[in-house]
């Protein structure tokens, strides 16, 4: 289904897995992205162009519940706390929620998507939950029967979270990210077969064609997949993989998307998330079952493998490695920063991102325990506590129970703003790419933004 399944990207990214994938090789680097590309004045972001007043919608004063105007519990339909988890954690990123609050979302919906939810109902019942919470005045009833609404529509659209059983709640959010994705897709032609974007090289060769041929990757992957969610969540890895055969210097290089990065951790007692961001990137050896098939050694060999995230989204979403394969959890404090996190040196300026909600998972083991999220309010920037139907002001403190983290990116003081992506519009892809000679913005009109 959709960004899960589509071209050889998958939308979670975690260590580990075997070499035997298919591999497709090139040698010669991509013809240049046509410059005149970079001059469309086609619509290039979610702006003032296209939304109504925001300002009109939200409110200072709080609720009759004594808290403010967007933080509210959901109901507990069997036993899915996973799932009221997955949506409070949504629901608090500001960018997705105005999204549906002040856009036209329903000029994008795409009913001919057969990888869609049936008649697009998950959208639209997840645009009602949005509409139902940020509402000035909700009833509990109102926001009981819209959380319904969302969970029939994701049991349709996929069977796995049929019933009210327990599931992880990283899961229910791909699924449901997902969802929505395909829903909103604005490719409306059929999906071109696209092939994979790789470099067969040498161990230490030149690596000054990467950033070209990410963005040819990049170009690739939006000729199938174009929506909000791809906008605000999607980014892009680079893996490498050396053969290990003495005398032999075999290297390939490729790219891949991904929408939540899974973090591995220490079986120690603490970390910091930085540091989980290292040991992501640490190279790893596939040997034994995992071997590598090299073309020029002619069978499958010993490797090393090494993934580095190459350009970051707007939204990022991460989630820890809480658990084994045996679903014991592993209870290391993880140190996240609510504010100011840098994940990577390696852009110059750095990104810097604030926190804006986190699921909890509280309990021994993945099979049970129980879900929770913790949200910072937009209104009055408090964090508060989400127990299912409970809601209660609480300090934005780290824990042992954090599983998926939701952070946004900001510039000047404020929240980025969000491209509007195409593929006639270079300049309006991720901001790792604005490393290509081929980003010059063009001039913006007399008065105006780009439309």
Not at 140 to 165: D, E, M, P, Q, R
Not at 252 to 266: A, Y
Not at 304 to 309: D, S
Not at 380 to 397: I, M, P, Q, T, V
């Amino acid at each position: 289904m959709g960004l899960c399944q589509s071209l050889p990207t998958p939308n979670v990214a975690s260590k580990g897995g075997g070499g035997k994938k298919r591999v497709v090789t090139s040698s010669t680097p991509p013809s240049a992205i046509s410059t005149s590309r970079l001059h469309s004045r086609k619509p290039s972001s979610y702006s003032s162009n296209h939304l109504t007043s925001l300002n009109s919608m939200y409110t200072s004063t709080l609720l009759p519940s004594g808290l403010p105007q967007g933080v509210h519990g959901l109901p507990n339909l069997g036993n899915t706390c996973f799932f009221n988890t997955t949506l409070q954690l949504l629901l608090g990123i500001p960018a997705l929620t105005d999204y549906f609050l002040a856009y036209d979302w329903k000029q994008e919906l795409n009913p001919s998507n057969f990888q869609a939810s049936k008649n697009n109902s998950l959208t639209k019942a997840y645009a009602n939950l949005v509409k139902t919470v940020w509402s000035k005045s909700p009833s509990k009833s109102s926001i009981n029967s819209a959380c319904k609404s969302v969970h029939t529509a994701l049991c349709s659209f996929n069977c796995t979270f049929k019933g009210y059983g327990q599931h992880d709640t990283s899961e229910c959010l791909l699924c449901l990210l997902d969802g929505l994705h395909e829903d909103l897709n604005r490719v409306r032609t059929s999906k071109p077969y696209v092939e994979d974007v790789e470099i067969d090289s040498t161990i230490g060769s030149d690596k000054s064609q990467d950033v070209e041929m990410g963005l040819k990757a990049w170009e690739g992957y939006l000729l199938r997949n174009k929506s909000i969610i791809v906008d605000l969540f999607q980014g892009q890895l680079r893996s490498t993989l050396r053969c290990k055969t003495p005398g032999c210097d075999r290297e390939v290089r490729r790219f891949e998307t991904f929408m939540c990065l899974t973090l591995p951790l220490d079986k120690g007692g603490e970390m910091s998330l930085e540091g989980s961001f290292r040991l992501f990137e640490e190279p790893e050896v596939l040997e034994g079952e995992n071997q590598w098939y090299c073309s020029k050694c002619k069978r499958h060999v010993d490797a090393e493998k090494c993934i580095e995230v190459w350009v970051l989204p707007p939204c990022l979403l991460l989630g820890l490695k809480r658990f084994t394969n045996g679903r014991r959890k592993i209870n290391t404090l993880v140190s996240y920063p609510l504010s100011s996190f840098v994940p990577l040196n390696r852009p110059s300026p750095p990104h810097f991102y604030d926190l804006y909600s986190v699921s909890r998972h509280h309990g021994g083991t993945g099979a049970g325990g129980h879900y929770t999220a913790l949200v910072r309010s937009r209104i009055n920037d408090n964090w508060h506590s989400l127990n299912d139907s409970n809601a209660c002001k609480e300090k934005g403190e780290v824990d042992r129970d954090g599983y998926v983290l939701a952070y946004c990116r900001m510039v000047g003081g404020g929240r980025e703003h969000v491209r509007r992506q195409s593929v006639t519009m270079p300049h309006l892809w991720p901001a790792g790419h604005s490393k290509s000679k081929l980003f010059s913005p063009p001039p913006k009109k007399e008065g105006g933004e780009i439309t």
